[in-house]
C-alpha cells in the first residue's frame, strides 16, 4: 500500500524540478512541456523508502489555465509539497491551491521554499514570512517549511527525509472494500491497447477480475496490470498508483473523470445533495447559480440551488443541492470543489451527503433540511433509523445503505445492534444479504398475520387453518415476500402459531371438533349421506362453501367430480359391495354399476376414485379388488 504526495503552487516556482532532484525522474513527459518549460499536464514520479516501500508523487501545473487538471491531481492524495519560490514568495495560484488542498481536506504537507540560491538571507525571510501568513487558521498552518535549492541541492537532504517521514504516519487506505479507482492518466501502448491510471480509493483488484468502467457502462477483464512504478504486478490496492490493461477498453470509452471499479458498485449520478463552504472574500453562491464542479478527478457543469432558499454567502456554510449537466461518479463522503463559471475561480467546497437527490421543493424544505443535518452531524444510528423510517416497507438492505452512505460495514452492524438491543429494530440474513426492518414494522405485519388466522378460526370453525399458501393474498400486495416469512419465523419461535402440513394456525388450535363446530360438521355430513353413493351436488342447500372446503380438508369428504361429494364412509360401503358381490373376481364397469345401484357415469366416477386409492386395479376392461374388508 502507497502514499500519494501531490505538488502544489504557482507557476515557475519550481515544483517539476524540485521532483526531478528528489526522485531523479522528470515528471514532465509531454514535448509541448519540455519546449515550453511549464507543466500542462499531471506528471508522475516515484520515490523508493528504506523499508522497501514507495512514496508516489502528482505533480501539478502551477498556472491558473490548468487549475481543474490540478484539482484533478490532487482529489486522490495523501497530503500534499507545497512549492513557493524564495525570489517571487506566495502568489495567486498559491493561495488558490491551497484553497484547493484545505476544501479537499489535504491537511497533512510541507513547504519547499525554493530557489534558495537565487536570494539573499532577507527575501528568504520575508518569503517565509508570507508563508507563514498564507496559512494561518487554516489546519496545514504549522506544516514544516524548508528552504531548498534543487540547483545547489541546498537542504534538499532535509527535504527528502522530512517527505518519507510525513509518508510514513499517513493512515493507509483500507483495502477491505469494494475496488474503486478515479481516472486520471490515460495512453496507449502499441501491442497492449489503452491503459488507464489512477490512485485506488478502496479495495483492490487482481489480474484476470472484471472491473466495470463508468460512465461508460461497460465490464471488462483486468489483462495486466502496474502498481507505482512496476509493472507486471498481481494485485493493486487502496493507496496504489494503479496502471490497468483492459481486454477490449478503447480510448474512446474512457476520459479524465472515468471511474473503475468492482461490477455493480458504482452509480452514475446527475444530482446530488451536500454541506457547501464558500471561501472568505470570493463570491457569494447564487440559486441556481451555474459552476464548473469538481468531484474525484471529474469536471461537469452544474446548477447550484442553495437548499435554505436563499444565496449562500461567501465565508458561509450551508447545504447545497447539485444538478449536474453531465454525470458523474460519487459516493457520500467524497469531496468536492466549485469554480465559478466565468471569470473562472475557486469559490468553495464541501462533501457530498447524499446521492441522486430530487430537486428542492420548498414545501419539503424543512424535511429536507433535518435530513441533511442528520448526515451531517448525526450518528449513524440515527439515520439508520430514518432511513427505515422513510423506506417503503420500512427495511433497509444492509449493502445498499452502506453504499449509499459511503460509510463502512462495521460501522453499519455496530449502529444495527444498537438498534436491536433496543428493541428498535430486527435483523434478517447474513452478509451482503443482511436487512433491517423497523420493529414497529415487524409488529404490524404480525398483526395482520395473526389476523388472518384468527378470522379463519372465528368464522369457519371447521377449517383446520389458513392455508398456508393463501396468505399472502390476505396482506398488503407490496409486502416483501422475506418480510412474511421473517415475522412467520418470529411468531413460531414465540409458539404463537404453528404450521401444521399446509396450514397455519395458532399454537392452541385444537383439530379435534367439539361443541358447535361438531355439530354443524354431523348435520352436513348428514345431510351428504342421504344422498347415498350417487352423491350429493355442489352447492349444498343452507350451506357455506367455506364449511364444506373445510369437512373437504378434513378428509370428512371428498369430490367424486368437480361438483360432486360424498363421504368417506361411502367409500367403506362401495368397498364392502364389491367384496360381497365380486370377491376376488374381475368385474367390468357394468357389472359394477349394477352392483352399487347406480348410473354408468356415476359408477365411472366410483371406478376412479378406487382405482387412485388403490381399492382396485384395472386390467384392460376390468377390474379386481386389491384390498379386502
Known amino acids: 500500500m502507497g502514499v500519494i504526495i501531490g505538488t502544489a503552487g504557482h507557476i515557475d516556482h519550481g515544483k517539476s524540478t524540485l521532483m526531478m532532484a528528489l526522485t531523479g525522474r522528470d515528471p514532465d513527459r509531454l514535448k509541448e512541456e519540455k519546449i515550453r518549460g511549464i507543466t500542462i499536464e499531471l506528471g508522475y514520479v516515484f520515490l523508493e523508502t528504506p523499508d ?46 491551497l484553497d484547493i488542498l484545505r476544501l479537499l481536506e489535504v491537511d497533512r504537507g510541507i513547504v519547499a521554499l525554493a530557489k534558495c540560491d537565487l536570494v539573499d538571507d532577507d527575501l528568504i525571510e520575508l518569503a517565509e514570512e508570507e508563508v507563514r501568513e498564507a496559512l494561518e487558521g487554516t489546519p496545514a498552518e504549522s506544516a514544516p517549511i524548508f528552504r531548498v535549492s534543487a540547483k545547489t541541492g541546498y537542504g534538499m537532504k532535509e ?43 478502496s479495495g483492490r483488484v487482481k489480474v484476470g477480475e472484471f472491473v466495470e468502467i463508468q460512465p461508460a457502462g461497460k465490464t471488462l477483464r483486468v489483462r495486466e496490470l502496474g502498481v507505482n512504478d512496476h509493472r507486471n504486478f498481481p494485485a493493486g490496492e487502496a493507496g496504489d498508483r494503479i496502471a490497468l490493461n483492459l481486454t477490449g477498453l478503447r480510448k474512446e470509452d474512457v476520459h479524465r473523470g472515468t471511474v473503475a471499479g468492482e461490477p455493480g458498485f458504482l452509480k452514475i449520478l446527475n444530482s446530488l445533495d451536500t454541506t457547501c463552504s464558500m471561501l472568505q472574500g470570493n463570491v457569494d453562491l447564487l440559486i441556481r447559480q451555474r459552476v464548473r464542479f469538481h468531484v474525484g478527478t471529474a469536471e461537469v457543469m452544474a446548477r447550484a440551488i442553495p437548499v435554505e432558499g436563499r444565496p449562500l454567502l461567501r465565508g458561509e456554510t450551508g447545504y447545497v443541492h447539485f444538478q449536474l449537466e453531465h454525470p458523474v461518479v460519487a459516493m457520500p463522503g467524497d469531496r468536492f470543489v466549485i469554480r465559478r463559471y466565468s471569470p473562472v475561480v475557486t469559490i468553495g467546497g464541501g462533501v457530498i451527503l447524499d446521492t ?37 416497507g420500512h427495511f433497509v438492505e444492509a449493502a445498499d445503505f452502506i453504499e449509499k452512505t459511503g460509510s ?24 451482503k ?27 369457519v370453525p371447521l377449517c383446520r387453518g389458513l392455508p398456508s399458501a393463501h396468505l399472502a393474498r390476505k396482506l398488503p400486495p407490496d409486502t416483501p415476500v422475506w418480510t412474511v416469512r421473517f415475522c412467520m419465523s418470529k411468531l413460531q419461535k414465540e ?104 348410473s354408468r357415469k356415476i359408477a365411472l366416477m366410483w371406478a376412479e376414485v378406487l382405482d387412485r386409492r388403490n381399492i382396485t386395479r384395472r386390467e384392460g376392461e376390468s377390474r379386481f379388488l386389491v384390498r379386502h374388508q
Request: some cysteine.
Open 159 to 201: 527535504l527528502k527525509q522530512a517527505l518519507l517521514d510525513m509518508a510514513a504516519k499517513v493512515d493507509g487506505k483500507s483495502s477491505q472494500g469494494r475496488f474503486r479507482m478515479p481516472v486520471d492518466r490515460i495512453f496507449s501502448l502499441k501491442g497492449f491497447g489503452t491503459i488507464i491510471c489512477g490512485t485506488g480509493l
Open 52 to 97: 522497501g516501500g514507495t512514496v508516489s508523487f502528482i505533480d501539478v501545473p502551477g498556472h491558473e489555465k490548468f487549475v481543474k487538471t490540478m484539482v484533478a491531481g490532487v482529489a486522490t492524495v495523501d497530503c500534499f509539497l507545497l512549492v513557493v519560490s524564495a525570489d517571487e514568495g506566495v502568489m495567486q495560484q498559491t493561495r488558490e491551491h
Open 495 to 598: 409458539n404463537k402459531i404453528e404450521k401444521r402440513g399446509d396450514y397455519l394456525c395458532f399454537s392452541d388450535f385444537s383439530e379435534q371438533l367439539s361443541g358447535g363446530a361438531r355439530t354443524l360438521a354431523d348435520q352436513i355430513l348428514s345431510d351428504v349421506r342421504k344422498a347415498g353413493l350417487r352423491g350429493m351436488k355442489l352447492p349444498l342447500p343452507g350451506r357455506r362453501k367455506e364449511d364444506i372446503e373445510a369437512l373437504l380438508q378434513r378428509e370428512l369428504l371428498f369430490n367424486l367430480s368437480e361438483n360432486l361429494i360424498s363421504t368417506e364412509g361411502s367409500v367403506e360401503k362401495v368397498q364392502q359391495v364389491i367384496s360381497a358381490a365380486f370377491g376376488e373376481n374381475h368385474f367390468r364397469l357394468g357389472e359394477l354399476r349394477e352392483a352399487l345401484g347406480v
Open 356 to 392: 441522486a437527490t430530487q430537486k428542492v421543493r420548498s414545501r419539503f424544505r424543512e424535511a429536507r433540511l433535518s435530513h441533511l443535518d442528520l448526515l451531517s452531524h448525526g450518528n449513524l444510528e440515527d439515520l439508520l433509523f430514518e432511513t427505515m423510517e422513510d423506506a417503503p
Open 433 to 459: 444479504t443482511r436487512r433491517l426492518i423497523l420493529a414497529g414494522a415487524v409488529e404490524n405485519l404480525e398483526r395482520k398475520i395473526l389476523g388472518c388466522i384468527g378470522t379463519v378460526h372465528r368464522n
Open 408 to 431: 463502512e460495514p462495521v460501522d453499519f452492524s455496530r449502529a444495527a445492534e444498537s438498534l436491536i438491543e433496543q428493541g428498535r429494530a430486527f435483523s434478517s440474513g447474513e452478509g
